[in-house]
């Protein structure tokens, strides 16, 4: 079970911080996915971190702008959202064990999601 949390409404280049929990299931054993759905469009991919060496790979839409960390001690991952846009509103979704070759970038692919946390950057 994941748990994602910290979503909420911020204005335009403003910052959150989103957390996935994970209970009855190591998070340190995956690799972990950021997705975000906006209403009507696809699930999309935000960025990924490797479970061992810890290394991140992001979308261009939000590279330099949001970071994924992780600590694997308190079995949860998080995604360092700044500088946020209005095309960043979304349902950010996290998401464990993706598959190889790493970075997976597609949602399918992920074998474990937790339940979104609504994001909504207003202008």
């Known amino acids: 079970q994941l748990q994602a949390s910290g979503g909420g409404l911020v204005q335009v280049g403003g910052s959150l911080r989103l957390s996935c929990a994970a209970s009855g299931r190591a998070l340190g054993t995956y690799d972990m996915g950021w997705f975000r759905q906006a209403p009507g469009k696809e699930r999309d991919f935000v960025g990924t971190?490797?479970?061992?060496?810890?290394?991140?790979y992001y979308a261009d839409s939000v590279k330099g702008r949001f970071t994924i960390s992780r600590d694997n001690a308190k079995n949860t991952v998080y995604l360092q959202m700044n500088t946020l846009k209005p095309e960043d509103t979304a349902v950010y979704y996290c998401?464990?064990?993706?598959?190889?070759?790493?970075?997976?970038?597609?949602?399918?692919?992920?074998?474990?999601w937790g339940q979104g946390t609504q994001v909504t950057v207003s202008s």
């Open positions: 998401a464990a064990d993706g598959s190889w070759p790493w970075p997976d970038i597609k949602a399918d692919d992920y074998a474990y």
């Open positions: 971190i490797k479970k061992v060496t810890r290394s991140t």
